[in-house]
């Protein structure tokens, strides 16, 4: 496993959190060189997605995009709304819970063992890796997936390690899993829980691969840490930068589902998904896996409830993500350099 320091983020720039990779700049500048042409001009906007005058009712695209409801009933929908939008795939990025209440919450769904426990039967993880890989591998682009695993006694609430020790991603759900079930037995589960280092490891993934539309996969058994001794209302730490982090992926073309496994509790995941403040667009899906595995059908309609779920809001998200310009961004002296090649 190779692990990954999670240093401060600049509120626009990425964190560094890959072993090995060389920091952003701090202080990275978008003004163009005076030696070199501007960039081409963008496409303007659709009406609807543009910031209009106060008093004219309308809604900017920060607006319009700010919570996205829950709009379709059957995954051929969303299917259909996806290609609407011009998005044939995308890219996975996985993200799997080590903290030690992993041991305790699996009491009600998995018989009072451990989430993690590998054996005969396939584990609340195990599960959710295969269907994640049925129904959402479709949508990835190249079968790469990076994968990162985090709140273990290496990398607490501060940092994640990845599946690979060079960092590299996993060619498909397959070894994804394999990975899993070669890392678990060397794994001491331990915690506080925070979902912000792999939320930031994707951003910097994102920033690498120069803006391509990225889903972020959380897979995990509970809520973010409170602060038992804090006053009502104050965030713990944990939950702050947690928070902060999904404000700032909404910066990009990033889409986060939490997929919850186990007991839960999950109520206060379920206010993230509506009532996180200061974001670009609403960039954040909760799915409880546990609820639609125990519901009274068939594993082919589990699994394709488990997908509408996950991608109900992915369509609108892409939309926000277009109309908001995220998409594509690439340093300006690059554009340049091309532009003058040409």
């Given at each position: ?71 379709f009933t059957t995954l051929e929908q969303v299917t259909i709304a996806l290609r609407k939008e011009g998005l044939e795939s995308s890219n996975l ?250």
């Open positions: 496993m190779g692990n990954s320091h999670a240093k401060k983020r600049d509120t626009q720039f990425s964190r560094n959190v890959v072993e090995g990779r060389v920091p952003s700049p701090k202080n990275k500048t978008l003004s163009p060189s005076p030696s070199l042409e501007p960039p081409l001009p963008r496409e303007p906007p659709p009406p609807a997605a543009m910031s209009l005058n106060k008093g004219s009712g309308k809604l900017s695209a920060k607006e319009k995009y700010a919570l996205i409801p829950d709009n990025v996985l993200g799997i819970d080590f903290t030690k209440s992993n041991e305790w919450t699996g009491s009600v769904s998995f018989n009072n063992r451990s989430l993690h426990a590998i054996g005969s039967t396939p584990n609340p993880y195990e599960k959710a890796i295969s269907i994640i890989g049925k129904t959402l591998a479709p949508f990835d682009d190249d079968n790469l997936i990076p994968c990162f695993g985090f709140g273990d006694a290496t990398t607490h609430d501060q940092e994640v390690f990845s599946f690979h020790s060079d960092n590299s991603p996993c060619h498909g759900f397959e070894e994804v899993l394999a990975c899993y079930q070669k890392i678990v037995p060397n794994l001491r589960l331990s915690g506080p829980t925070s979902y912000a280092p792999v939320i930031e490891a994707a951003i910097d993934i994102v920033e690498k691969s120069h803006g391509q539309f990225h889903v972020l996969v959380i897979v995990a058994d509970g809520q973010v840490t409170t602060s038992a001794a804090s006053e009502d209302g104050e965030l713990s730490p944990q939950e702050a930068r947690t928070i902060k982090a999904i404000a700032d992926a909404s910066s990009y073309p990033l889409s986060i589902i939490l997929v919850g496994v186990g007991d839960g509790p999950w109520e206060d995941m379920k206010k993230f998904d509506d009532k996180i403040p200061a974001r670009d667009f609403d960039n954040f899906q909760f799915v409880n896996f546990t609820d639609i595995m125990a519901k009274k059908s068939s594993p082919s309609e589990k699994e394709a409830a488990f997908a509408l779920a996950a991608l109900m809001e992915i369509p609108f998200q892409y939309k926000a993500a277009t109309e908001l310009g995220l998409l594509g961004l690439v340093p300006y002296t690059q554009a340049y350099v091309s532009l003058d090649e040409k």
